[in-house]
């Protein structure tokens, strides 16, 4: 909701905190007295980088007294670098006599700052001084702003995170908003694009299971029990549904244990029942860890309908709350999703067309057939205006420390209401959800008026006169769009038409309606209309109403079951400027949605023919989120025995590329809850076993180990270790015993296969394939370096050889740099390499005497000579003739 009061600053809110203010409001004075001012000036950042922010302190050093808001018209002078001035504002300072001004200065060099203070009457007594007095005129120092072009340095913020990672975040952590999304529940399964999963699954990789019922094979029973053989536990499907209405908040996964009792809800005092006797609980799990946090009953017997986080603003209050409620009837009670502790009750809450604000607010929209009243209820208004009804008509009330009143005093200021109910107190409180209306507009004169198809960005309500599949047919059917901006809501007044338009049907007898989930985009200016007979799809332009573009090729024919049917079946979406559909036909296409020109189709494939009636698997478009489309198989009414090989799928929604696919994962299912996602972790129930089943990325071991005694220089070295998975749910013993080493980490492209292994004791996969694994080592000289890599086998398991290159210590890290299944990871060992041995010396030469080594050597000499003489005589006495 909205408060008529300007924003607080950051910096006055620190002088509230800063100062002690007397709040109690004093008659007023008759006498007129005055009283200088003393005007204030300061800016922050000072310097500043030119083009960025700096904010301007302004007012003067007295306060007020609510229901006095401020000082008016306060204004700042600013001189330039070039001598020409600019003044800001008039403005109204908070209670604390100043408040701050958003500057950003566009040009290098000093500029001067000087706050102008207008003469005044303090309407109330504050801070000494009577009500009456007339505070003077005054002007502050002049402040020099400088301004340079090297930018100013701002807070670095903290990056995403590069490991595993749980809640609560720290509140400095903004960077990592985009990664940390929630699901509420509170469009139902119209919430197709769920914010701030930026980190969505890119494999199949299970992070925990948790047992929600007795699942899977039943087994051999008696020996008569003929028919139960290959038979599996109820799931749900069809109408009896499990895990309805999931919630993710803050990390953790809330969902009701147990179905509804339907019990012939229609005619309870026949069987002598209110329809709560069967016991009701809510669960609450850690979505990251697995870890049951609590599990209790709520009320009486209640069951878990959606989720809250708004954000309540006001002079006396920052910050976010949270609630889980339940809805009996028109009656709604919020609990605190932390402990489950009930907060509040709101009875008498309209039905209608249920969304959330821009705060996070609940909002219904809903009209009145017979008056074509268009009536905005809204959560918090039912709350601060019962507040505010309470303090502006309340008479005789004995004041308390810290609240408004004095002992038999009264007020009617709307002021001081609105002071008082800017406080968040509803708790231990029931309120009358009939104060909730914030707004009443007439609706032009259209058909089936009442009938809301979708509201679009909390901007446009569109409608019709058409029905769904289940409905009957229009032969003439009307689209309308009202506006519901802020600048044209008019209490009172009628609401702002933006199109009313007859549409021809493109073949008689044809059934036409705006099909479910996201059917239209307010960024785009599009919505879509749905031919039930001819499976094609029109595009219409949000702002006139007129045709744009249609009909498309016509889909396959199973289509017509689902392309206008009620949710959850997720028949057309649109996102990233492109409209995609699936369905009962087991196929996705994408389409422009500007132009209605077909992009990509992917089939769902079905190769063994389990569904029957189709060479693909039925699938709803379930989210997109993160430029990826996610979507799991769900019937109607499953056969028995159940088919096999149901799968999970990622797409690329740009190029409908395969991302992941995983064949016997069945998170779907038709009358239960829907997978959903929250901190870019899917959640769903798996009606093959009746489990819950989280998907998202683990954490990893990595271990290594190298000799523990020193080897030679010039010898090899194996470096061993392994890589295992230590998500969640692998350290149940039931994974431990068929693990005991540790479950091992495989590649991206094995996940889909070895997580049915690991999870569900498919048949080990043959052809799994490991991670990779960095070598790195500082040696003794101090030098850190790479030395390879290697890749784990399908148990975990690596090694590496080395010959090391010198002596002395060697540190080892062995490093695996994550994947899209798995964190990082790294472990260290040591191990020492032996100098070189020197070389061994030969034997010590006996020492030899003058004659030896003189005169023997001479004589050889001599003899030597002569022999040469007497050989070079006889060749000269054969060369005679």
Not at 418 to 439: C, H, N, S
Not at 445 to 467: K, R
Not at 699 to 722: E, H, L, N, Q, R
Request: glycine share 10%.
């Amino acid at each position: 909701m909205q408060f008529p009061r300007k924003k607080t600053t950051a910096i006055a809110m620190l002088l509230i905190l800063a100062s002690s203010i007397s709040l109690v409001v004093l008659p007023t004075a008759n006498a007129q007295a005055t009283k200088n001012t003393f005007a204030i000036i300061g800016a922050l950042p000072n310097p500043v980088g030119v083009g960025q922010e700096t904010l301007i302190l302004t007012g003067i050093t007295h306060a007020t007294a609510w229901p006095q808001p401020g000082w008016y018209n306060v204004t700042v002078t600013v001189t330039k670098p070039d001598g020409s001035t600019e003044t800001l504002g008039p403005v109204t300072t908070d209670t604390t006599g100043m408040t701050g001004i958003d500057y950003t200065p566009d040009k290098v060099g000093t500029y001067y700052l000087q706050t102008n203070f207008p003469q005044q009457v303090i309407q109330y007594t504050a801070a000494g001084t009577p009500a009456g007095t007339i505070m003077k005129a005054s002007t502050s120092d002049k402040l020099a702003l400088v301004v340079t072009e090297e930018p100013r340095k701002y807070y670095p913020g903290v990056p995403l995170p590069t490991e595993f990672w749980t809640r609560p975040i720290n509140a400095q952590f903004r960077e990592w908003t985009p990664i940390a999304g929630n699901w509420l529940g509170i469009r139902g399964y119209d919430n197709r694009l769920p914010p701030d999963n930026d980190d969505a699954p890119e494999t199949a990789h299970i992070l925990w299971t948790k047992q929600y019922a007795e699942g899977g094979l039943v087994g051999g029973v008696d020996l008569d029990a003929v028919n139960i053989d290959a038979i599996s536990y109820e799931h749900g499907d069809a109408y009896e549904g499990k895990f309805i209405n999931p919630v993710i908040m803050n990390g953790i996964l809330f969902y009701n244990q147990y179905s509804p009792q339907y019990a012939m809800s229609y005619n309870y005092t026949l069987f002598n029942s209110t329809g709560y006797e069967a016991e009701q609980r809510v669960v609450a799990v850690d979505l990251h860890t697995g870890k049951e946090l609590w599990n209790k009953v709520l009320g009486n017997n209640e069951r878990l309908s959606h989720g809250q986080i708004f954000y309540w603003k006001t002079m006396n209050m920052y910050g976010a709350f949270s609630y889980l409620w339940t809805t009996v009837g028109t009656t709604w009670k919020a609990y605190d999703p932390f402990t489950g502790r009930w907060e509040y009750t709101i009875t008498n809450v309209p039905s209608g067309y249920r969304t959330s604000g821009p705060n996070g607010e609940i909002l219904i929209y809903s009209i009145n057939p017979a008056t074509r009243l268009l009536t905005m209820w809204n959560s918090t208004e039912c709350v601060y205006k019962t507040y505010y009804n309470f303090y502006r008509s309340r008479t005789g009330y004995a004041g308390q420390p810290g609240d408004w009143g004095q002992a038999g005093g009264t007020s009617n200021d709307s002021a001081v209401a609105d002071y008082y109910a800017g406080r968040w107190r509803p708790f231990g409180l029931t309120f009358d959800g009939a104060v909730g209306i914030q707004w009443n507009m007439t609706m032009p004169d259209l058909p089936m008026v009442n009938n809301i198809q979708t509201v679009v960005g909390n901007d446009i309500i569109l409608g019709s006169n058409t029905n769904w599949a289940g409905g009957a047919a229009q032969p003439n059917p009307v689209f309308w769009a009202v506006s519901i901006k802020p600048a044209d809501v008019r209490p009172g007044q009628q609401a702002r038409l933006l199109f009313n338009r007859t549409w021809t049907l493109p073949m008689a007898d044809v059934h036409v309606d705006i099909p479910g989930s996201e059917p239209a985009s307010l960024e785009d200016g599009v919505f879509v209309v749905s031919a039930k007979e001819l499976r094609t799809h029109y595009g219409f332009s949000l702002a006139t109403g007129e045709q744009l573009w249609g009909p498309t090729e016509p889909e396959p024919y199973l289509s017509v079951f689902t392309n206008l049917y009620m949710n959850p079946w997720g028949a057309a979406v649109i996102k990233y400027g492109k409209l995609f559909t699936a369905g009962m036909q087991g196929v996705v296409n994408a389409y422009d949605v500007k132009t209605g020109k077909h992009l990509w189709r992917y089939n769902i494939t079905d190769p063994y023919t389990e569904q029957l009636f189709s060479e693909n698997w039925p699938a709803p478009i379930n989210f997109i989120v993160d430029g990826k489309i996610y979507l799991f198989h769900q019937e109607h009414s499953a056969n028995t025995p159940v088919p096999r090989g149901a799968p999970a799928v990622c797409l690329n929604a740009t190029t409908g590329e395969e991302i992941w696919r995983v064949n016997g994962l069945r998170l779907g299912t038709r009358w239960g809850g829907q997978p959903l996602i929250g901190d870019s972790i899917i959640a769903g129930f798996s009606s093959y076993d009746n489990q819950v089943v989280a998907i998202g990325r683990g954490p990893s071991a990595t271990s290594v180990t190298a000799p523990d005694t020193a080897v030679p220089f010039g010898t090899s070295v194996t470096i061993k270790g392994t890589v295992i998975d230590i998500s969640p749910g692998t350290q149940e013993y039931a994974l431990k015993a068929r693990f005991p080493n540790g479950v091992p980490a495989v590649s991206d492209d094995s996940m889909s296969d070895w997580m049915l292994y690991v999870y569900n004791q498919f048949p080990r996969p043959m052809n799994a394939t490991g991670v990779t694994v960095s070598i790195d080592v500082l040696d003794a000289n101090n030098n850190y370096r790479n030395i390879g890599t290697t890749t784990t086998d399908a148990d975990g398991f690596f090694s590496f050889n080395w010959k090391p290159d010198i002596d002395g210590k060697y540190t080892v890290y062995a490093s695996f740099a994550g994947s899209k299944s798995y964190w990082p990871s790294h472990a260290v060992t040591a191990f020492t390499v032996e100098p070189a041995p020197e070389a061994t010396p030969g034997p010590t030469p006996t020492p030899v005497s003058m004659a030896e080594a003189y005169f023997v050597p001479s004589v050889i000499g001599i003899i030597v000579a002569i022999a040469v003489v007497g050989v070079v005589i006889i060749l000269m006495l054969r060369k005679r003739p």
